[in-house]
């Protein structure tokens, strides 16, 4: 029996993709500063970015950032499985090759949508220095890439971890 299965290959590599397109995480390194100067700083950067804060809590250093709603487009994906048997015919007999031939067409169709490009910040002391990680979701992109810059632009020594 020969199975022949390029449905599979292309799902596996669509499993792939997504593990590696999930999200994005950061984490800068202020030097020399406090907490309570970060935060501030940071508040400016998202107010001045049209960001909103729909979650603070100072004293724990945790912000959740809605950094606004971006179109995601709509995707066909059609995979075809084909599955063909082939049947020799018995020994001595003068029986024709017998071949049975199974094709599959599925198609998934997901419409163009709007989805809200978030992140999750967490800002915590680090001896001296001041500890920032960055997780966004997989359509904010690189919208969270200006900060390292914003917060040098404050007075700030920056790192990238």
């Known amino acids: 029996m020969k199975t022949i299965r390029p449905g599979l290959l292309l799902m596996a590599l669509l499993i792939a993709a997504a593990f590696i397109l999930t999200g994005c995480v950061s984490t800068l390194v202020v030097r020399d500063a406090s907490v309570e100067e970060v935060i501030s700083v940071f508040k400016d950067y998202a107010g001045t970015r049209g960001y909103q804060i729909t979650y603070a809590n100072d004293e724990t250093g945790q912000y959740r950032l809605n950094l606004g709603s971006v179109y995601v487009q ?9 599955t063909v048997i082939v049947q020799p015919p018995a020994e001595g007999s003068n029986a024709p090759l017998t071949s049975y031939e199974d094709t599959t067409w599925r198609t998934v169709s997901t419409p163009g949508h709007y989805v809200d490009a978030t992140a999750t910040v967490s800002i915590t002391q680090q001896d001296k220095d001041v500890q920032i990680v960055m997780d966004s979701n997989n359509v904010a992109g690189t919208a969270l890439n200006d900060v390292r810059e914003y917060i040098q632009g404050a007075g700030y020594a920056v ?3």
């Open 74 to 82: 709509g995707v066909n994906e059609t995979t075809k499985s084909k």
């Open 159 to 161: 790192e990238s971890k």
